[in-house]
């Protein structure tokens, strides 16, 4: 009876817990969904406009006009304003939190501000087909997803149709072609779950390459080159602007010596512009 009895209670422990664990899925499920759902629900108000505008055939010109950002009740950005002219390197810089990546993700759209508006060349973002804005406008950020795929893929990831060619060209401008080479297969060596075969700074110089196959005539880099080795980023800097033809950049940083290359530095202080100003000029105040 005794033995009956355990049997039994160890029986019903078996199903309580089996029921705990289908339990647990189905809330796991049920997270995930609503996961999903906040993501489709934002895609969908990111949605082509009825009736796109075109782009004029070149410039870069980019301009914040009076833009907020709230997250909940909290206010991120305050009615930027700010202006980066065709070929011009702006820096925006301040300390962590201050709005730095949120703002560079406006023009890109992967937010839309809640107030005001961004323009690029003086069309208005929303006003463009996401197509013809994100050939325009690539955004290069620490926290780009890298995909479990050859080498060569994920830097085409924006243009697939790119030739091999193509791609090693962006790939050298990135300073990524040589590591790329010395690995076994190449470029079509694969690079596993997020990229996790590589190094920071080498996962770095393939999003940088990414983007510059792109061939934005806008490029945002969100702290896209602080993993690297100070020569390194040196030489990739030089590939970002040593072309004729400028292409214009918004780039975020919190690193003087990448301040020091902007034609121009913002100071962002809780998501408001507290000065503007050379480098030299910022650090006397
Ligand atoms: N998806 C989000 N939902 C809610 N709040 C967010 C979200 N993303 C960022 N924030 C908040 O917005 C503020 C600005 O964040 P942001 O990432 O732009 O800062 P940052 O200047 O880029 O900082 P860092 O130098 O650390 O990269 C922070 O207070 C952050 O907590
Ligand atoms: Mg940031």
């Known amino acids: 009876m005794l033995l009956s009895f355990s049997a039994w209670m160890v029986q019903l422990t078996n199903r309580i817990a089996g029921l705990l664990e289908r339990f647990n899925f ?5 997270a995930s969904a609503d996961r999903i759902n906040a993501v489709l629900s934002v895609e969908a108000a990111i949605a082509d406009p009825p009736r796109a505008a075109a782009l004029p055939p070149s410039g870069g010109g980019l301009r914040f006009s009076n833009v907020s950002v709230k997250f909940g009740e909290r206010r991120i950005l305050d009615g930027v304003s ?14 962590s939190g ?13 937010y839309d501000p809640g107030e005001g508006g961004v323009f690029l060349d003086g069309v208005d973002v929303r006003d463009l087909c996401l197509e013809t804005l994100r050939s325009a406008v690539c955004l290069a ?3 780009a997803v890298l995909f479990n795929d050859t080498i060569a893929a994920n830097i085409s990831l924006g243009r697939p149709d790119a030739s091999q060619a193509e791609i090693e060209q962006a790939a050298q401008l990135a300073q990524a072609h040589r590591f790329i080479t010395e690995m076994p297969d ?9 990229g996790l075969t590589l190094s920071g700074g080498q996962r770095q110089r393939i999003v940088l ?3 510059l196959l792109v ?3 806008l490029l945002l880099l969100d702290d896209a080159s602080s993993s690297l080795d100070p020569a390194t980023d040196a030489a990739v800097w030089q ?17 003087r010596s990448v301040a020091a290359r902007g034609d121009r530095v913002v100071l962002l202080d809780a998501g408001r512009i507290a000065a503007e100003g050379t480098d030299e000029e910022l650090w006397r105040t």
């Open 26 to 30: 189905v809330m796991q499920a049920k």
């Open 82 to 95: 700010l202006d980066v002219r065709a070929g011009e390197t702006v820096v925006l810089t301040g300390r």
């Open 98 to 110: 201050s709005g730095k990546s949120i703002l560079l993700s406006l023009p890109p759209r992967l």
């Open 141 to 143: 950020s620490d926290d």
């Open 186 to 194: 190449g470029y079509d060596a694969g690079i596993g779950e997020r």
């Open 209 to 211: 390459a990414r983007a």
């Open 215 to 217: 061939g934005p005539r």
């Open 239 to 255: 590939g970002l602007t040593g072309r004729e033809q400028k292409r214009t950049m918004l780039v975020a940083t919190q690193r």
